[in-house]
Protein backbone atom coordinates (compact mmCIF):
# COMPACT_ATOMS: atom_id res chain seq x y z
CA UNK A 1 0.00 0.00 0.00
CA UNK A 2 0.96 3.62 -1.20
CA UNK A 3 2.13 5.31 2.19
CA UNK A 4 1.11 8.78 2.93
CA UNK A 5 2.24 11.50 5.29
CA UNK A 6 -0.34 10.52 7.88
CA UNK A 7 1.75 7.32 8.10
CA UNK A 8 4.30 9.09 9.45
CA UNK A 9 3.94 9.45 13.55
CA UNK A 10 4.72 12.95 14.25
CA UNK A 11 2.79 14.29 11.02
CA UNK A 12 -0.27 11.99 11.73
CA UNK A 13 -3.26 13.36 12.90
CA UNK A 14 -4.39 16.38 12.72
CA UNK A 15 -1.87 19.63 11.41
CA UNK A 16 0.09 21.13 13.44
CA UNK A 17 -0.90 24.64 13.26
CA UNK A 18 -4.97 25.05 13.24
CA UNK A 19 -4.59 27.99 11.41
CA UNK A 20 -2.96 28.45 8.29
CA UNK A 21 0.37 30.11 8.46
CA UNK A 22 1.28 32.56 5.54
CA UNK A 23 4.70 34.23 4.40
CA UNK A 24 3.79 38.04 4.17
CA UNK A 25 0.86 37.60 6.62
CA UNK A 26 0.26 41.91 6.95
CA UNK A 27 1.05 44.06 9.52
CA UNK A 28 -1.78 46.37 10.24
CA UNK A 29 -0.78 48.86 12.98
CA UNK A 30 -3.00 50.03 15.48
CA UNK A 31 -6.93 49.49 14.11
CA UNK A 32 -8.01 52.31 15.54
CA UNK A 33 -6.22 54.82 14.42
CA UNK A 34 -6.46 53.21 10.54
CA UNK A 35 -10.40 53.40 11.55
CA UNK A 36 -10.18 57.27 12.80
CA UNK A 37 -8.26 57.85 9.50
CA UNK A 38 -10.94 56.12 7.37
CA UNK A 39 -13.54 58.09 9.06
CA UNK A 40 -11.77 61.21 8.24
CA UNK A 41 -11.45 60.72 4.63
CA UNK A 42 -15.46 59.69 4.53
CA UNK A 43 -16.10 62.77 6.48
CA UNK A 44 -13.83 64.56 3.57
CA UNK A 45 -15.50 63.14 1.26
CA UNK A 46 -12.26 63.37 -0.64
CA UNK A 47 -11.44 59.75 -1.64
CA UNK A 48 -8.35 59.78 -4.43
CA UNK A 49 -6.67 62.21 -6.77
CA UNK A 50 -3.82 63.63 -4.38
CA UNK A 51 -5.83 63.83 -1.36
CA UNK A 52 -4.48 65.31 1.64
CA UNK A 53 -3.54 61.69 3.31
CA UNK A 54 -1.73 60.70 -0.11
CA UNK A 55 0.38 64.24 0.48
CA UNK A 56 1.03 63.34 4.03
CA UNK A 57 2.25 60.01 3.22
CA UNK A 58 4.42 61.09 0.28
CA UNK A 59 5.54 63.85 2.77
CA UNK A 60 6.65 61.07 5.73
CA UNK A 61 7.83 58.16 3.32
CA UNK A 62 10.50 61.26 1.91
CA UNK A 63 11.26 62.27 5.16
CA UNK A 64 12.10 58.42 6.70
CA UNK A 65 13.63 57.80 3.49
CA UNK A 66 15.72 61.11 3.27
CA UNK A 67 14.85 61.65 -0.63
CA UNK A 68 13.68 64.82 -1.65
CA UNK A 69 11.08 63.31 -3.37
CA UNK A 70 8.70 60.97 -2.62
CA UNK A 71 5.82 59.92 -5.36
CA UNK A 72 2.77 57.43 -4.03
CA UNK A 73 1.43 55.42 -6.51
CA UNK A 74 -0.85 52.27 -6.43
CA UNK A 75 1.29 49.38 -6.96
CA UNK A 76 5.16 48.70 -7.62
CA UNK A 77 4.65 47.75 -10.76
CA UNK A 78 3.19 50.42 -12.32
CA UNK A 79 5.88 52.69 -10.43
CA UNK A 80 8.73 50.86 -12.49
CA UNK A 81 7.25 51.11 -15.65
CA UNK A 82 6.17 54.64 -15.09
CA UNK A 83 10.28 55.36 -13.91
CA UNK A 84 11.21 53.26 -16.65
CA UNK A 85 9.45 54.92 -18.96
CA UNK A 86 10.30 58.71 -17.67
CA UNK A 87 13.91 57.97 -17.79
CA UNK A 88 13.56 57.04 -21.29
CA UNK A 89 14.99 53.36 -21.15
CA UNK A 90 15.20 51.98 -24.49
CA UNK A 91 16.61 48.63 -25.93
CA UNK A 92 18.49 46.42 -22.84
CA UNK A 93 18.32 46.95 -19.41
CA UNK A 94 20.16 45.13 -17.05
CA UNK A 95 18.19 42.94 -14.46
CA UNK A 96 18.61 40.04 -12.38
CA UNK A 97 16.45 37.11 -12.78
CA UNK A 98 16.55 36.57 -9.17
CA UNK A 99 13.70 38.69 -8.95
CA UNK A 100 9.55 38.87 -8.34
CA UNK A 101 8.55 38.97 -11.75
CA UNK A 102 7.36 42.43 -11.98
CA UNK A 103 11.06 43.98 -12.45
CA UNK A 104 10.97 42.16 -15.62
CA UNK A 105 7.76 42.44 -17.12
CA UNK A 106 7.70 46.41 -16.20
CA UNK A 107 10.63 46.45 -18.87
CA UNK A 108 9.18 43.72 -21.46
CA UNK A 109 5.75 45.27 -20.65
CA UNK A 110 7.56 48.46 -22.81
CA UNK A 111 9.26 46.45 -25.38
CA UNK A 112 12.69 46.68 -23.51
CA UNK A 113 14.95 43.77 -23.14
CA UNK A 114 15.24 42.27 -19.78
CA UNK A 115 18.87 41.39 -20.42
CA UNK A 116 19.06 38.41 -17.24
CA UNK A 117 22.44 38.87 -15.22
CA UNK A 118 23.63 36.52 -12.63
CA UNK A 119 23.80 37.28 -9.05
CA UNK A 120 26.62 37.06 -6.18
CA UNK A 121 26.95 34.64 -3.45
CA UNK A 122 27.30 37.01 -0.56
CA UNK A 123 24.19 39.47 -0.94
CA UNK A 124 22.05 37.56 -4.03
CA UNK A 125 21.73 41.04 -5.79
CA UNK A 126 23.15 42.08 -8.70
CA UNK A 127 27.01 41.23 -9.46
CA UNK A 128 28.82 44.23 -11.04
CA UNK A 129 31.14 42.32 -12.78
CA UNK A 130 28.93 40.50 -14.72
CA UNK A 131 26.53 43.28 -15.07
CA UNK A 132 30.03 44.64 -17.02
CA UNK A 133 30.15 41.76 -19.01
CA UNK A 134 26.57 42.20 -20.04
CA UNK A 135 26.86 45.70 -21.41
CA UNK A 136 26.33 46.32 -25.20
CA UNK A 137 25.66 49.39 -27.36
CA UNK A 138 21.51 48.76 -26.68
CA UNK A 139 22.02 48.99 -22.85
CA UNK A 140 20.22 52.07 -22.32
CA UNK A 141 19.97 50.96 -17.90
CA UNK A 142 20.71 49.03 -14.78
CA UNK A 143 18.01 47.78 -12.34
CA UNK A 144 18.94 46.74 -8.70
CA UNK A 145 16.90 44.84 -7.03
CA UNK A 146 17.20 44.98 -2.67
CA UNK A 147 16.36 41.22 -2.68
CA UNK A 148 14.80 40.50 0.14
CA UNK A 149 16.11 43.79 1.58
CA UNK A 150 19.57 43.20 1.26
CA UNK A 151 20.95 46.18 -0.81
CA UNK A 152 22.80 46.36 -4.29
CA UNK A 153 26.54 46.88 -4.81
CA UNK A 154 25.07 50.19 -4.86
CA UNK A 155 28.19 52.22 -5.27
CA UNK A 156 29.95 49.78 -7.88
CA UNK A 157 26.75 49.49 -9.87
CA UNK A 158 25.88 53.35 -9.71
CA UNK A 159 29.61 53.95 -11.15
CA UNK A 160 29.19 51.76 -13.68
CA UNK A 161 26.46 53.03 -14.63
CA UNK A 162 28.18 56.58 -14.41
CA UNK A 163 31.03 55.44 -16.40
CA UNK A 164 28.63 54.20 -19.52
CA UNK A 165 26.30 56.66 -19.37
CA UNK A 166 23.10 54.58 -18.63
CA UNK A 167 20.40 55.26 -15.90
CA UNK A 168 20.22 53.54 -12.73
CA UNK A 169 16.96 52.29 -10.74
CA UNK A 170 16.73 50.43 -7.70
CA UNK A 171 13.91 48.47 -7.41
CA UNK A 172 13.62 48.83 -3.61
CA UNK A 173 10.23 46.62 -3.04
CA UNK A 174 11.95 44.84 -0.30
CA UNK A 175 13.94 47.25 1.06
CA UNK A 176 11.53 49.97 2.68
CA UNK A 177 13.27 50.74 6.36
CA UNK A 178 16.72 49.49 5.76
CA UNK A 179 20.06 50.89 5.21
CA UNK A 180 23.23 51.20 3.19
CA UNK A 181 26.65 52.08 4.38
CA UNK A 182 24.52 54.09 7.30
CA UNK A 183 22.36 55.86 4.38
CA UNK A 184 18.39 55.28 4.19
CA UNK A 185 17.50 53.07 1.35
CA UNK A 186 15.42 55.51 -1.08
CA UNK A 187 18.30 58.30 -2.05
CA UNK A 188 19.94 56.21 -4.57
CA UNK A 189 20.65 55.45 -8.38
CA UNK A 190 18.23 58.06 -10.11
CA UNK A 191 15.23 56.57 -8.64
CA UNK A 192 14.18 53.50 -6.34
CA UNK A 193 10.98 52.30 -6.37
CA UNK A 194 9.01 50.67 -3.09
CA UNK A 195 5.83 48.45 -2.71
CA UNK A 196 3.41 49.07 -0.24
CA UNK A 197 1.62 45.71 -1.04
CA UNK A 198 -0.08 43.86 1.74
CA UNK A 199 2.19 41.17 1.78
CA UNK A 200 5.38 44.50 2.40
CA UNK A 201 7.21 45.50 5.66
CA UNK A 202 4.72 48.35 5.27
CA UNK A 203 1.69 48.07 3.23
CA UNK A 204 -1.29 50.38 2.00
CA UNK A 205 -3.46 47.09 0.96
CA UNK A 206 -1.52 48.00 -2.39
CA UNK A 207 0.45 50.96 -3.45
CA UNK A 208 4.17 51.76 -4.61
CA UNK A 209 6.22 55.01 -4.37
CA UNK A 210 9.52 56.34 -6.50
CA UNK A 211 11.42 58.47 -4.55
CA UNK A 212 14.05 60.49 -6.29
CA UNK A 213 15.72 63.29 -5.27
CA UNK A 214 15.85 64.18 -9.10
CA UNK A 215 13.15 67.70 -9.26
CA UNK A 216 12.53 66.95 -12.93
CA UNK A 217 11.86 63.05 -12.88
CA UNK A 218 9.71 63.45 -10.03
CA UNK A 219 7.56 65.95 -11.54
CA UNK A 220 7.71 64.32 -14.79
CA UNK A 221 6.12 61.28 -12.92
CA UNK A 222 3.45 63.04 -10.65
CA UNK A 223 1.90 64.01 -14.40
CA UNK A 224 2.32 60.72 -15.89
CA UNK A 225 0.53 58.74 -13.01
CA UNK A 226 -2.48 60.96 -13.89
CA UNK A 227 -3.13 60.48 -17.17
CA UNK A 228 -0.48 62.86 -18.15
CA UNK A 229 -2.46 65.69 -16.41
CA UNK A 230 -0.41 68.81 -16.03
CA UNK A 231 -3.43 70.90 -14.93
CA UNK A 232 -7.52 70.55 -15.60
CA UNK A 233 -7.91 70.12 -19.10
CA UNK A 234 -4.07 69.58 -19.95
CA UNK A 235 -2.92 66.71 -20.99
CA UNK A 236 0.94 67.13 -21.68
CA UNK A 237 2.07 63.56 -22.21
CA UNK A 238 1.19 59.67 -22.51
CA UNK A 239 0.04 59.19 -18.93
CA UNK A 240 -2.10 55.89 -17.57
CA UNK A 241 -3.80 56.05 -13.72
CA UNK A 242 -1.59 55.04 -11.38
CA UNK A 243 -2.46 57.23 -8.32
CA UNK A 244 -3.06 56.08 -4.73
CA UNK A 245 -6.05 56.40 -3.12
CA UNK A 246 -6.78 57.99 -0.10
CA UNK A 247 -8.02 55.08 2.23
CA UNK A 248 -4.05 53.59 0.98
CA UNK A 249 -2.26 56.13 2.21
CA UNK A 250 -4.15 55.65 5.92
CA UNK A 251 -3.21 52.61 6.02
CA UNK A 252 0.18 53.64 5.01
CA UNK A 253 0.31 56.52 7.75
CA UNK A 254 -0.92 54.35 10.18
CA UNK A 255 1.59 51.61 9.56
CA UNK A 256 4.65 54.57 9.69
CA UNK A 257 3.11 54.67 13.11
CA UNK A 258 4.29 51.15 14.22
CA UNK A 259 7.34 50.48 12.04
CA UNK A 260 8.93 50.30 15.45
CA UNK A 261 7.14 47.16 16.83
CA UNK A 262 7.42 45.56 13.05
CA UNK A 263 11.03 45.92 13.26
CA UNK A 264 11.27 44.68 16.90
CA UNK A 265 8.80 41.62 15.51
CA UNK A 266 10.73 40.54 12.88
CA UNK A 267 14.29 40.96 14.30
CA UNK A 268 13.38 39.06 17.03
CA UNK A 269 11.73 35.82 15.07
CA UNK A 270 15.24 35.88 13.08
CA UNK A 271 17.09 35.82 16.06
CA UNK A 272 14.59 32.68 17.06
CA UNK A 273 14.61 30.98 14.00
CA UNK A 274 18.74 31.57 14.06
CA UNK A 275 18.79 30.34 17.50
CA UNK A 276 16.42 27.30 17.40
CA UNK A 277 17.56 25.66 14.08
CA UNK A 278 21.17 26.62 14.66
CA UNK A 279 23.37 23.28 14.51
CA UNK A 280 20.94 21.68 12.45
CA UNK A 281 23.04 20.20 9.05
CA UNK A 282 22.07 21.77 5.55
CA UNK A 283 20.01 24.30 6.83
CA UNK A 284 20.93 27.89 7.25
CA UNK A 285 19.62 31.35 7.56
CA UNK A 286 20.24 33.67 5.21
CA UNK A 287 22.34 36.74 6.97
CA UNK A 288 21.52 40.17 7.37
CA UNK A 289 24.24 43.10 7.44
CA UNK A 290 23.68 43.97 11.23
CA UNK A 291 25.78 46.72 10.88
CA UNK A 292 22.75 48.33 8.64
CA UNK A 293 19.27 49.09 9.48
CA UNK A 294 17.14 46.17 8.09
CA UNK A 295 13.46 45.28 8.34
CA UNK A 296 13.75 41.39 8.39
CA UNK A 297 10.41 40.92 6.61
CA UNK A 298 11.84 38.00 4.69
CA UNK A 299 12.82 35.08 6.63
CA UNK A 300 15.12 32.80 3.92
CA UNK A 301 16.58 29.50 4.55
CA UNK A 302 19.08 28.22 2.39
CA UNK A 303 18.78 24.42 2.41
CA UNK A 304 21.49 22.16 0.76
CA UNK A 305 19.62 18.62 0.68
CA UNK A 306 22.98 16.90 0.75
CA UNK A 307 23.30 17.41 4.24
CA UNK A 308 19.24 17.48 5.15
CA UNK A 309 18.65 14.28 3.01
CA UNK A 310 14.93 15.85 2.52
CA UNK A 311 15.02 17.52 -0.12
CA UNK A 312 13.74 21.40 -0.21
CA UNK A 313 10.64 20.46 -1.89
CA UNK A 314 9.66 17.96 0.47
CA UNK A 315 10.31 20.11 3.31
CA UNK A 316 7.98 23.14 1.82
CA UNK A 317 5.27 19.78 0.78
CA UNK A 318 5.38 18.81 4.54
CA UNK A 319 5.03 22.33 5.39
CA UNK A 320 2.16 22.72 3.79
CA UNK A 321 0.70 19.73 5.06
CA UNK A 322 1.05 21.07 8.66
CA UNK A 323 -0.84 24.36 7.43
CA UNK A 324 2.21 26.68 6.77
CA UNK A 325 2.64 28.22 3.48
CA UNK A 326 6.39 27.90 3.02
CA UNK A 327 7.49 29.52 -0.29
CA UNK A 328 10.44 29.09 -2.76
CA UNK A 329 10.38 33.12 -3.84
CA UNK A 330 11.44 33.73 -6.69
CA UNK A 331 11.40 29.92 -8.04
CA UNK A 332 12.07 29.14 -10.54
CA UNK A 333 13.33 32.28 -11.67
CA UNK A 334 12.06 35.02 -14.05
CA UNK A 335 14.32 33.41 -17.30
CA UNK A 336 12.46 30.46 -16.44
CA UNK A 337 8.58 32.23 -16.65
CA UNK A 338 7.01 33.01 -19.54
CA UNK A 339 7.38 35.00 -22.08
CA UNK A 340 11.39 35.40 -21.62
CA UNK A 341 11.68 31.36 -21.07
CA UNK A 342 10.13 31.22 -24.86
CA UNK A 343 12.06 34.65 -26.15
CA UNK A 344 15.56 33.83 -24.55
CA UNK A 345 15.86 30.04 -23.87
CA UNK A 346 19.38 29.76 -23.58
CA UNK A 347 19.54 32.49 -20.59
CA UNK A 348 20.40 29.82 -17.97
CA UNK A 349 23.82 29.09 -18.48
CA UNK A 350 24.90 32.10 -18.07
CA UNK A 351 23.15 32.45 -14.13
CA UNK A 352 24.84 29.85 -12.37
CA UNK A 353 24.40 31.46 -8.91
CA UNK A 354 20.79 32.42 -9.28
CA UNK A 355 20.01 28.64 -10.48
CA UNK A 356 21.93 27.31 -7.60
CA UNK A 357 20.20 29.41 -4.87
CA UNK A 358 16.62 29.12 -6.76
CA UNK A 359 16.98 25.07 -5.79
CA UNK A 360 18.01 26.33 -2.00
CA UNK A 361 15.64 28.52 -0.88
CA UNK A 362 12.84 28.23 1.34
CA UNK A 363 11.09 31.31 3.09
CA UNK A 364 9.05 30.71 6.23
CA UNK A 365 6.68 33.30 7.66
CA UNK A 366 7.44 35.51 9.91
CA UNK A 367 5.84 39.17 11.20
CA UNK A 368 3.53 39.90 13.63
CA UNK A 369 1.03 37.57 12.82
CA UNK A 370 3.11 35.21 13.86
CA UNK A 371 4.07 34.34 17.95
CA UNK A 372 7.33 33.01 19.45
CA UNK A 373 5.20 29.89 19.86
CA UNK A 374 4.67 29.26 16.36
CA UNK A 375 8.11 29.76 15.38
CA UNK A 376 9.05 27.08 17.79
CA UNK A 377 6.79 24.55 16.69
CA UNK A 378 8.02 25.48 12.79
CA UNK A 379 11.61 24.70 14.00
CA UNK A 380 10.18 21.70 16.07
CA UNK A 381 8.70 20.60 12.22
CA UNK A 382 12.02 21.44 10.66
CA UNK A 383 14.37 20.07 13.16
CA UNK A 384 12.75 16.70 13.27
CA UNK A 385 12.01 16.27 9.11
CA UNK A 386 15.75 17.50 8.79
CA UNK A 387 17.06 14.85 11.21
CA UNK A 388 14.73 12.26 9.90
CA UNK A 389 15.69 13.35 6.58
CA UNK A 390 16.55 9.90 4.89
CA UNK A 391 13.55 7.97 6.14
CA UNK A 392 10.72 11.03 5.15
CA UNK A 393 12.12 11.39 2.09
CA UNK A 394 11.76 7.84 0.59
CA UNK A 395 8.12 7.91 2.92
CA UNK A 396 7.00 10.86 0.39
CA UNK A 397 8.66 9.87 -2.80
CA UNK A 398 6.05 10.49 -5.75
CA UNK A 399 3.36 11.24 -3.24
CA UNK A 400 2.41 14.59 -3.64
CA UNK A 401 3.52 17.03 -5.70
CA UNK A 402 5.12 20.50 -5.23
CA UNK A 403 3.78 23.36 -4.01
CA UNK A 404 3.98 26.87 -5.61
CA UNK A 405 6.32 29.04 -4.82
N1 LIG B 1 9.54 44.02 -7.22
C1 LIG B 1 9.74 43.06 -6.30
C2 LIG B 1 11.12 42.65 -5.98
C3 LIG B 1 8.63 42.49 -5.66
O1 LIG B 1 8.81 41.50 -4.75
C4 LIG B 1 7.34 42.92 -5.98
C5 LIG B 1 6.17 42.33 -5.36
C6 LIG B 1 7.20 43.93 -6.95
C7 LIG B 1 8.33 44.47 -7.55
C8 LIG B 1 5.86 44.45 -7.37
O2 LIG B 1 5.20 45.07 -6.30
P1 LIG B 1 3.61 45.32 -6.35
O3 LIG B 1 3.25 45.72 -7.75
O4 LIG B 1 2.93 44.05 -5.92
O5 LIG B 1 3.41 46.45 -5.36
C9 LIG B 1 3.27 38.61 -3.55
C10 LIG B 1 2.84 40.03 -3.74
O6 LIG B 1 1.61 40.13 -4.44
C11 LIG B 1 3.87 40.90 -4.42
O7 LIG B 1 3.53 42.23 -4.11
C12 LIG B 1 5.26 40.64 -3.87
N2 LIG B 1 6.29 41.34 -4.58
C13 LIG B 1 5.58 39.15 -3.90
C14 LIG B 1 6.91 38.88 -3.28
O8 LIG B 1 4.60 38.47 -3.13
P2 LIG B 1 2.42 36.39 -4.61
O9 LIG B 1 2.04 36.04 -5.99
O10 LIG B 1 3.39 35.51 -3.91
O11 LIG B 1 1.12 36.67 -3.71
P3 LIG B 1 0.20 35.67 -2.86
O12 LIG B 1 -1.21 36.01 -3.15
O13 LIG B 1 0.64 34.27 -3.05
O14 LIG B 1 0.47 36.13 -1.37
C15 LIG B 1 1.72 35.94 -0.78
C16 LIG B 1 1.52 35.42 0.64
O15 LIG B 1 0.97 36.42 1.45
C17 LIG B 1 0.59 34.23 0.71
O16 LIG B 1 1.19 33.27 1.54
C18 LIG B 1 -0.68 34.79 1.35
C19 LIG B 1 -0.19 35.98 2.13
N3 LIG B 1 -1.18 37.06 2.15
C20 LIG B 1 -1.40 37.74 0.99
C21 LIG B 1 -2.29 38.77 0.96
C22 LIG B 1 -2.54 39.52 -0.32
C23 LIG B 1 -1.85 37.38 3.29
O17 LIG B 1 -1.64 36.71 4.35
N4 LIG B 1 -2.74 38.42 3.28
C24 LIG B 1 -3.00 39.15 2.16
O18 LIG B 1 -3.77 40.10 2.20
O19 LIG B 1 3.02 37.87 -4.70
Known amino acids: MKQTLNDLAIFGG ?59 LCNATLALEITIRALEMSGEVIVPSMTFIATAHALQWQHITPVFCDIDEETFTLDPARVEELLTPRTSAIIGVHLWGRPCWIDQLTDLAQRN ?25 DAEVFSFHATKFLNTFEGGAVVTNNDELAAKIRVLRNFGFAGYDNVVSLGTNAKMSEVSAAMGLTGLESLDEF ?18 DGVSLALHDETQKNNYQYLVLLIDDRATKISRDQLIDLLWAENVRARRYFYPGCHRMQPYDTLYPQTSARLPVTEDLLQRVLLLPTGTTMSPQDISELCRIISFAVSHGEEISQLMSAEIGTHAG
Not at 183 to 189: K, L, Q, S, V
Request: charged share 25%; glycine share 12%; aromatic share 10%.
Open 165 to 189: NLKIIFDAAHAFGCSWNGRMIGGFG
Open 263 to 280: IAVNHSYYRQYGAELNGL
Open 14 to 72: PAAFAEIRHVGGPNIGDRDRLLARINDLLDRRWLTNDGPFVQEFEKRIAETTGAKHCVA
